[in-house]
């Protein structure tokens, strides 16, 4: 029992390193760096750690390691494709965090307090956001591509409380904001329990935490499974209620509400995809020999998800609070993937990840353009003749809602297709069922959108698109010609999904 | 379950009546946290609870995790959650009726089927294999076991929980830390600043509690020349914690003054 | 030999021209439009004398990987049927943009718009035909609709956007069971040699009957919906009436052909079998849709609702063409798409000239037309006549093919079918009687006759409409290979004549 | 068989002048009626060409085709745009080109003042071009193009003067009821085709031989149908009345001496149908004697000129249907009366039209009376068709009438006495109410109008009169002479044995002369010996008030078929609205009420959202512990 | 002694503080009821570790622990901002967002 000096490869840990190395950097910018030179200083490490990453990421898109960190992450091609899909996704949301106006000058400050308003005069800004954005997507990165229980629940963690922060830190309707912020820490740290809760009987039906080890005790299937059952029901509430499934998505209208709108954008498409592929792994390398006993589970999950989701939002007059909904029946289409459980459902996961986190992205930053005199303008009945007025922002949200409904040529629709189709492929016909005819419930209600904008006569009420600034701009131009090139041409992704999609175990 | 029996040795009869002892105790207390009204006490509950858990900890051979429950997680968290309790008023308590129609109901009858099913699952639950027992993991001492695993295996959720407590200290910063965006005003300036202002009523400072009112509490304001209360009399922290009595109890108009008319 | 691609190109290319337009020269704009819509329309006459009649197999056929990893081709050819329906687009596309140079003014953005959506449309109508790619068809299919749906919604009267959005709900709807289908035949292909989406060999497909009921019912119905079929109609005629009379040409003249189109091509070739088992249902709802849509028109007191009604008597008529199963129901199905197409464009066009001059829609607002606008009552009436299936009209022979094609086999259809004339009649005349006989009423006296530009976009249409009643040769020649082609496919002869042994 | 080139300039010439009046419009009006006179005119030289063409060849070589192009070919079915121009349709030819270049003359200057004149050639001449077209065809589809064509025409024509709401009814309702009968001649070719394969005539002929009865009879009936429509035959005989609202010239030509003939034609020309088909046969029998009395009937109680006419002319179509109804001996007959008829009820019409003329377009028959001294030449030709269609020898009608009702005798049994019974009862009421309409129109005293001042017509109106008189006079002579007709007709027909005779001829025509006497005597008493009112009197027999309602058929079809027909429309309207929109607006609010009822879980209560999770585990545990049982 | 009476303890307190966080109102005392189901998890980790044999169980206990810690800093702070400026700890109160 020798102590032996951990090796760490340090290569293929370098994405999430350079992240934190750029948070810690940014820690240290809000204490020695000038409050005027703080915003851009902050701006351009974050950006500069995530483009670094970036790169850090496709250098080693081949690579294929266990024991990158002693055996705490799996690092294969799902894994690089997950995150680079965070990093874009990142990249893309900080050129929205990054857009004035969001957040608070000053978070201590009580809203509507005399403090409040020096610090908005005197143009203050929480440039902590771009630190604690960075810690959040090194989480994220961790997420996926965790192989062991520990690992999982850090990264879970570490994800999730800069976002927790981050959702009260809203400018406008700080209340509600703040509102955000305790429901989702509140419910958040509820789900992490069950989630841990979940992980003993894991550790305590396979005496391992690692995934190796609970996939080596299913396949050998030992006593029953009791301990095994429980450990899926409470890891999959955990996971469950980060992707925002039925019954556990309750936060997440609240939540995407409240917050601000670039951390909606941020939290709804990064964090579903670092979920998503942390079950997908975890589903497909652990669980894949018990899918008799969490399969049946997750389609009844997948199915009540998207139709709740998708009939809900149907009722909704906020944008934001609708998109919300959306992105619930969106969970429930990407539990197909999961259930799918075969490659194809893998690679189809990962392309709707990333269609969906670019678009959602791209729709939130539409958003923010939406305001009046006192910030943004989430009602729907606002919206009202948004394309007379702005056609282009009216015109590429329309985009981005009719890639949510799966249009063709869009990049939503190549991913349904994608997924549905391993869903079947795995005799999941209710799921496609379902799916489809939640598809055409949601249709409903982007299509009512698209309404709103171009075919009702807008109110004269001050509501106006604010010009986009050149952050905005790139993220809503970005997002935008992603979004058509997958719909249009998603040849080379596919294959590069393709290419690398398969988890080593 | 009857294969989790552990032959835990010479330990097992004492092992046995600690828990007895203490498991009704922990329960108890963890329900109690649920049924007093004041928050205090639900956190004196919870550091009892923990306590215990330290103890049961220690018992199954988790000594350094028994330490480190009353040292750190007692010790520390729990007191953090009584001086945020301080904060938000310490006797506030916590009316026990229910104001979400039918969510008690439900929320007792999900209770009572989570844990009931969850036992019953529990007593059919077997694992296959006998328990191990940890004689041979702690052979070298917990602490030394714990220690290997965690610079080894776990070097890197290690390394990356110092992240996570980065982004804590960072939080706590970012919502309660006032930064100071105006230099504060000297002394000078402030007096200056009383006698300019437009009005000279407080020129002479603020008037102080109770002055020329029926009681002379901190919590009860003074009252001005016209009878009518100075709010500005009061502390501002009692006021925040609402424990200001209605000034408008010891408005003069109000006090009945007709007795002395009377013969 | 790439013709297909450049064809589907042309439009696209003008339409970026009409969009390089200045906004304020709205003429330019029109005039850049009609260019483009003539070119193609030329073009596709060229390609249309390239094509060989007497070959069955598809011709024009090019391919390009677009999705490898789905087995999903960028797949182009065409037979006899998809050449006439092709051909129908083309031609309609620059009427309908001379019919309708003023259409887009009404409308909630630029002229410029208008002209694009248009020319987008024209490219996806001619892709949509010329797919033999599942998948690609199924894209442009659903594609197609968001064009019609801004010009119904954008460009449209009364009630436009609740118009549009139930018809893009309807089609959506329809297209969501098709993708049902699609699925499960893309992962049939998968376990069967591999995921493809080429039409030949999805037809080789092992499948169970139920399956092939199931997917067979994923097409059907997505298609009945676009070709309104009894009861899934309840779109077409909000559409039709709130959209402009050139909308309303190419969603009933083209677009829904895509359905009967799609039928015939994809639920047929696809799934011969459960083609079989539902023939019966089909055919019922077919007969019913005839009677019932013309009970329908008869009932309508707006213009644009009732030809949207007719529509669907006529649609009813092609799917029981489809169903009958014999080489003249078929190649009559197919000859109607086409007749349709231009007797709908005609009673469309004239009635939106009539409404536009009149400022109303409504059948009873009009009268004594004759003598104020006899040019305009004049196309009115030969559009009528077109769509009671006059004989020497071009929906005559059509209409007679898919009858007697029908009666050969299902002599009771057929025979319900055939009260659908006597209906027609009614549902023509009483809207000629009103509007274009009688007195003339207030309102319309000063009503201004068509004018040269008018003259000339409906021209063309009458021309073809009479011109094909008397030699429908050309059209039948390239259609009945095609048509007898999917009839042996799917292991039909036509009945022989029985001598009365019955 | 002959082939000839020059068949389709009989078609073309017609057709081109209604085109080119068509598409020329006003800058036409000027050399309009002259144009479509000279079409029709030179289509009938045409007609003149081929008659003597076909006089020059034996009878087998007689007949002429002429194949234009394939007209529809799918699979085996087959048809040409082929004309066919034989011993039959010749005589259509030259009736249709002449008697229609003879009206189109009249009608110079009987329209002379209408501003739309030149539309009316244009109408006249498409009439021509399907009529003829109707009669040339070589199938039973290319007649069927004719068949509608000529419908189609009748329908602009009886419509001419549409600003009048009830003339635009008018021909609203003929085309319609003949679409009812189009429909039988759709099913009679359906069923063709799919029995015999075939739709030509002499294909049909061909196959006839060996085709079973019971498909041949379908056919046959559903080509009765069909002429019932275009002949206006019981039951579809309503709309002819309703019909003369269409300018005179034109009830002369479609109404009266051609298109109504139609059916007559196309009962006929199937004659291979009906010979082997005895159902059929007697089913147009049955009709043919129904009809010549229901239309005789109405005749007798009309005031109007031109409905007494024109239920005259359905009631003498009866007599042909009847006649074509009694097989090979009937088709001869059945041919003549048509052509005898087309001169003298032209000629009547024309007449009718000429005293509308002088009368300031007034068409009451009251409001006339001795008109006889004004229009001396209308009189006298109309007084010659009189005698022609009362069979007063040897006028016109009394040859083809006579055949027809001698026939009916003997065609045997019960049924000759049955049919040689209403033919002669025909004769009978036909001369009272034609006798009623010269009393009334030009006889007794005048009952005119303050404003009217009749006179003659001018020379252009009256030149045809007097032709078309002249052939009343004079046809039925010419052709029965040495059974003329019979033989020039007769290759085209099955042989007939000789049947026995009931009666001899003579005795025939004596009793159709009693029975004339009688009907002539009748209304000589009843509007001749005493006053006729002005205004017809309402204190009428239950008998006439049901004859001028056209025996209750308008009632009948209105209440029986319009009425619910209308129903059944705003019904479905509501259905369609309330019931299938109703039924997919339900799905949309199903959907958007249940999500309005679903958003009610997001009370915005954090514990509620944790009680939902707590739920969803418990559920989870639930469904393991299940499992595990 | 049967080291599965842990395991019933360690879910009676789970269901507990699963309990207690639906019925209490103070944020404060919702937050500790979070952490008594940690606190459960935990347990059930140390007597699996006890069965299984190895430390990796009182390992992640260890990690909860610390994890718990950054919570609480992080959760607690978000209490007292709210509570700063809606003057209530109330969970009931914070319903803005809702529907």
């Known amino acids: 029992m020798e102590f032996v000096a951990p090796v760490l490869n340090y290569t293929l840990l370098s994405p999430m390193l350079i992240l934190l190395g750029g948070a810690l950097i940014g820690v240290l910018v809000e204490a020695f760096v000038s409050k005027a030179l703080r915003p851009i200083t902050q701006l351009s490490i974050t950006l500069g750690s995530l483009v670094l990453a970036l790169v850090q990421v496709w250098r080693i898109r081949n690579e294929q390691s266990m024991t990158a960190a002693m055996g705490s992450v799996i690092i294969d091609g799902p894994a690089v494709l997950m995150q680079a899909s965070i990093i874009i996704i990142s990249i893309i949301s900080v050129f929205l965090i990054a857009d004035t106006e969001h957040f608070t000058a000053l978070a201590a400050a009580l809203p509507g307090s005399d403090e409040e308003r020096h610090a908005l005069q005197t143009g203050n800004q929480v440039t902590e956001v771009y630190p604690l954005t960075l810690f959040a997507v090194a989480g994220m990165l961790l997420f996926p591509i965790s192989s062991d229980l520990i690992t999982l629940f850090v990264a879970l963690e570490m994800l999730s409380l800069p976002l927790y922060l981050m959702a009260g830190l809203s400018r406008r309707r700080r209340l509600a904001s703040q509102e955000a912020a305790l429901k989702y820490f509140l419910l958040g740290a509820f789900s992490s329990a069950f989630f841990l809760f979940g992980a003993a009987f894991l550790y305590g039906y396979s005496s391992s935490i690692t995934f190796a080890g609970i996939r080596n005790a299913v396949v050998g299937g030992a006593g029953n499974d009791v301990f095994l059952l429980i450990g899926i029901a409470f890891l999959s509430v955990g996971l469950l209620f980060k992707v925002g499934a039925f019954p556990f998505h309750a936060w997440s209208p609240d939540v995407y509400q409240g917050a601000p709108t670039p951390v909606t954008a941020f939290m709804a498409a990064a964090t579903k995809v670092a979920a998503f592929g942390a079950m997908l792994r975890i589903f497909y390398t652990s669980f894949a020999n018990a899918q008799w006993s969490w399969s049946p589970m997750l389609v009844v999950i997948a199915i009540v998800t998207m139709l709740f989701g998708s009939l809900v939002a149907i009722a909704q007059r906020d944008v934001k609070r609708m998109l919300a909904y959306s992105s619930i029946a969106h969970a429930g289409f990407l539990l197909s993937g999961v259930i799918a459980l075969n490659k194809a459902g893998l690679e189809a996961s990962i392309f709707y990840l990333f269609a969906y986190g670019v678009a959602t992205v791209g729709g939130f930053a539409i958003v923010t353009l939406v305001r009046d005199s006192a910030g943004e303008v989430t009602d729907l009945n606002r919206w009202k003749g948004l394309g007379k007025r702005s056609p282009w922002v009216a015109t590429a949200f329309a985009i981005f809602l009719l890639s949510f409904a799966g249009i063709p040529l869009t990049s939503g629709f190549i991913g349904k297709f994608a997924i549905f189709s391993a869903a079947y492929e795995n005799g999941a016909t209710s799921v496609v069922i379902a799916g489809v005819l939640s598809s055409a419930i949601a249709a409903f209600f982007y299509i009512r959108v698209i309404v709103l904008m171009f075919f009702t006569d807008p109110v004269e009420d001050g509501t106006s698109v604010e010009i986009p600034s050149g952050l905005t701009s790139i993220a809503v131009i970005f997002s935008l010609v992603i979004t058509i090139a997958l719909g249009v041409f998603p040849a080379p992704v596919l294959n590069f999904i393709s290419d690398l999609a398969t988890f080593i175990r | 379950m009857v294969d989790l029996a552990l032959a835990v040795g010479q330990t097992q009869t004492p092992e046995a009546v600690m828990f007895w002892i203490l498991a009704p105790l922990t329960v108890a207390a963890a329900l109690g946290m649920l049924l007093v009204k004041k928050a205090v006490h639900s956190a004196i509950l919870m550091a009892s609870v923990m306590i215990n858990l330290a103890f049961f900890y220690i018992a199954q051979d988790a000594l350094f995790l028994g330490i480190v429950q009353i040292v750190v997680y007692t010790g520390a968290v729990m007191m953090l959650f009584l001086f945020i309790l301080m904060l938000v008023g310490v006797d506030s308590s916590d009316s ?32 296959g294999r006998g328990a191990v027992g940890l004689e041979s993991a702690n052979s070298n001492g917990n602490v030394k076991g714990l220690a290997k695993l965690l610079f080894s295996t776990y070097v890197w959720p290690f390394e990356v929980v110092s992240a996570l407590l980065i982004t804590a200290a960072l939080g706590a910063m970012v919502l309660a830390h006032h930064q100071r965006i105006q230099t504060r005003p000297t002394q000078r300036q402030l007096s200056t600043q009383r006698f300019r202002g437009k009005s000279l009523a407080n020129a002479a400072g603020l008037p102080g509690p109770g002055v020329f009112a029926r009681h002379n509490a901190v919590d009860v304001p003074a009252l001005l020349p016209d009878g009518t209360p100075a709010q500005n009399s009061i502390n501002a922290t009692l006021e925040a914690r609402g424990d200001m009595l209605n000034s408008g109890v010891f408005e003069l108009g109000k006090v009945d003054t007709s007795a002395g008319e009377e013969k | 030999m790439n013709s297909l691609t450049l064809l589907m190109l042309l439009p696209i290319i003008g339409s970026i021209a009409v969009a390089a337009t200045p906004k304020a020269n709205e003429t330019l704009t029109k005039q850049v439009a009609l260019a483009t819509t003539v070119v193609v329309a030329v073009a596709t006459i060229a390609m249309a004398v390239n094509f060989e009649r007497d070959n069955v197999d598809l011709q024009f056929v090019e391919k390009y990987s677009w999705i490898p990893s789905f087995g999903i081709n960028f797949a182009l050819g065409i037979d006899g049927m998809a050449l006439v329906l092709i051909l129908m687009s083309t031609v309609l596309a620059p009427i309908v943009v001379l019919a309708g140079w003023n259409e887009a003014h009404g409308g909630r953005w630029s002229v410029k718009v208008f002209y694009v959506l248009i020319l987008v449309l024209e490219t996806m109508m001619i892709g949509v035909f010329a797919a033999t790619d599942v998948f690609l068809f199924y894209v442009i299919f659903e594609a197609m609709l968001i064009p019609v749906y801004f010009l119904i919604g954008g460009y449209g009267t009364g009630q436009r956007s609740a118009a549009a959005v139930k018809f893009l709900i309807y089609s959506l709807f329809g297209g969501l069971l098709m993708l049902a289908s699609i699925i499960a035949l893309h992962v049939m292909s998968g376990n069967q040699g591999g995921h493809t989406f080429d039409l030949a060999a999805l037809s080789q497909l092992q499948m169970s009957s139920t399956t092939q009921n199931f997917l067979f019912l994923g097409f059907f119905i997505a298609f009945a919906i676009k070709a309104p079929l009894w009861p899934l109609h309840t779109w077409l005629p909000d559409a039709a009436e709130s959209a402009t009379p050139g909308t309303s040409v190419l969603l009933l003249g083209v677009l829904d052909k895509v359905g009967t189109f799609g039928m015939i091509r994809y639920c047929l070739t696809l799934f011969p079998d459960a083609s079989k088992t539902f023939t019966p249902m089909i055919l019922v709802l077919a007969v019913i849709s005839i009677v019932y849509g013309a009970f329908l028109a008869i009932g309508q007191r707006d213009l644009k609702r009732l030809i949207a009604f007719t529509s669907i008597s006529h649609f009813g008529f092609i799917t029981m063409g489809i169903f009958a199963m014999t080489s003249q129901g078929h190649s009559g199905a197919v000859l109607y798409m086409f007749n349709h197409g231009f007797s709908t464009a005609a009673l469309f066009l004239v009635g939106g000239w009539m409404i536009s001059r009149r400022g109303s829609s409504t059948i009873a607002d009009f009268g004594g037309l004759q003598r104020v606008t006899p040019v305009m009552a004049w196309s009115f009436f030969l559009a009528g006549m077109s769509s009671l299936a006059l004989p020497g009209m071009s929906s005559f022979v059509s209409e007679f093919l898919v009858l007697v094609g029908t009666f050969t086999r299902y002599p009771v259809h057929a025979v319900i079918a055939t009260f659908g004339i006597v209906l027609a009649a009614l549902y023509i005349l009483i809207p000629v009687q009103k509007a274009l006989h009688g007195p003339t009423t207030p309102g319309n006296e000063n009503l201004s006759d068509l004018n040269l530009r008018e003259k000339i976009a409906i021209a063309p249409v009458i021309a073809i409409i009479i011109a094909l009643g008397f030699y429908p040769a050309p059209l039948l020649k390239v259609i009945n290979p095609a048509s007898a082609h999917v009839i042996a496919q799917m292991g039909f002869t036509d009945p022989a004549p029985t001598n009365g042994d019955k | ?308 006419l024109a239920a005259s002319t359905m009631s003498q179509i009866g007599y042909m249907i009847l006649g074509a109804g009694l097989g090979p001996v009937g088709y001869a007959f059945a041919i003549m009366h048509l052509l005898t008829h087309g001169f003298f009820k032209a000629g009547m019409f024309l007449g009718a039209g000429s005293v509308m003329h002088g009368m300031n377009d ?56 049955i049919l040689g019974t209403v033919t002669l009862l025909g004769a009978g009421i036909t001369a009272f109410y034609m006798t009623r309409v010269m009393i009334l129109t030009f006889t007794g005293k005048a009952r005119w109008d303050e404003e009217a001042h009749p006179h003659e017509s001018p020379l252009l109106m009256w030149l045809p009169m007097v032709v078309l008189a002249v052939g009343s006079v004079s046809s039925g002579f010419l052709l029965s002479r040495g059974d003329a007709l019979v033989n020039w007709l007769s290759p085209l027909f099955a042989e007939h044995g000789e049947h026995s005779e009931l009666m001899k001829p003579i005795v025939v025509s004596g009793l159709a002369l009693a029975m004339v006497a009688i009907g002539v005597a009748i209304a000589f008493l009843k509007y001749s010996r005493q006053e006729v009112a002005a205004v017809a009197p309402e204190d009428v027999s239950v008998f006439t008030k049901i004859a001028r309602q056209d025996l209750m058929q308008d009632r009948f079809n209105e209440a029986v078929f319009m009425r619910t027909g209308q129903q059944l429309t705003q019904v479905l309207v509501k259905t369609d609205e309330a019931v299938i929109d109703g039924a997919v607006r339900g799905v949309g609010r199903l959907a958007l009420g249940s999500g309005s009822i679903l958003r009610g879980m997001q009370t915005g209560f954090v514990r509620s959202y944790a009680a939902l999770i707590l739920i969803g585990a418990a559920l989870l545990i639930a469904a393991i512990w299940v499992v595990v049982q | 002694m049967d080291a599965a009476n842990y395991l019933y303890l360690a879910a009676l307190l789970f269901t507990i503080g699963a309990v207690g966080v639906v019925v209490r109102r103070n944020a404060i005392v919702v937050f500790m009821c979070i952490e008594l189901m940690l606190n459960a998890a935990n347990l059930a980790f140390v007597t699996f570790s006890r069965i299984n044999g190895d430390l990796n169980g009182q390992v992640v206990a260890f990690f909860t622990m610390v994890v718990a810690a950054c919570e609480v800093v992080v959760g607690l702070a978000i209490i007292v901002t709210i509570y700063r400026s809606r003057r209530s700890a109330s969970v009931d109160d914070a319903s803005l967002l809702k529907r």
């Open chain 2, 96 to 127: 026990l009726t229910e104001t979400i129609t039918g969510l008690r109901p439900i929320a007792i009858t999900a209770a009572v089927g989570f844990g009931g099913l969850m036992v019953s699952l529990l007593g059919r639950a077997t694992l």
């Open chain 4, 1 to 308: 068989m002959t082939t000839s080139n020059s068949l389709v300039y009989l078609i073309a010439l017609p057709l081109l002048g209604a085109t080119i009046l068509l598409l020329a419009g006003r800058r036409a009006d000027k050399w309009g009626h002259i144009l479509g006179t000279l079409m029709s005119a030179s289509a009938f030289a045409v007609g003149l060409y081929q008659l003597s063409q076909m006089l020059g060849r034996s009878n087998e070589a007689r007949p002429v085709t002429q194949k234009l192009f394939e007209w529809i070919s799918v699979g085996t079915f087959n048809v040409d745009a082929g004309l066919l121009l034989d011993q039959l349709s010749i005589c259509f030819v030259l009736l249709i080109t002449g008697v229609g270049t003879l009206i189109h003359i009249y009608s110079i200057s009987y329209m002379s003042h209408d501003h739309d004149r030149r539309r009316f050639f244009a109408y006249l001449n498409l009439f021509i071009a399907a009529m003829l077209l109707l009669v040339l065809g070589n199938s039973y589809l290319n007649l069927y193009v004719g068949w509608e064509g000529v419908g189609l025409a009748s329908y602009l024509l009886i419509g001419f003067w549409n600003q009048k709401p009830a003339y635009a009814t008018a021909s609203k309702k003929a085309f319609v009821m003949n679409r009812i009968g189009d429909m039988g001649l759709s099913f009679a070719i359906m069923i063709a085709f799919a029995t015999l394969g075939t739709v030509s005539f002499e294909g049909i002929k061909a196959a006839s031989g060996t085709a079973s009865t019971a498909a041949l009879t379908a056919i046959g009936i559903m080509l009765l149908v069909a002429a019932t429509g275009k002949s206006a035959q019981f039951p579809l005989q309503a709309w002819l009345g309703d019909a003369m609202a269409g300018p005179t010239p034109v009830s002369a030509l479609i109404h009266a001496a051609t298109m109504v003939t139609a059916g007559v034609y196309l009962i006929t020309r199937s004659n291979f149908i009906f010979d082997a088909a005895p159902t059929a046969q007697l089913l147009v029998v049955i009709v043919g004697a129904i009809t010549l009395l229901f239309g005789a009937l109405i005749g007798t109680a009309k005031d109007d000129i031109k409905k007494a």
């Open chain 4, 362 to 417: 007034e068409v009451n028959m009251r409001k006339y009376g001795a008109l006889r001294k004004f229009m001396p030449i209308t009189f006298a030709t109309f007084g010659l068709g009189y005698l022609a269609i009362l069979g007063v020898p040897p006028f016109a009608g009394f040859y083809s009438k006579d055949m027809i009702i001698e026939t009916a005798f003997n065609s045997g049994g019960s049924k000759g006495i």
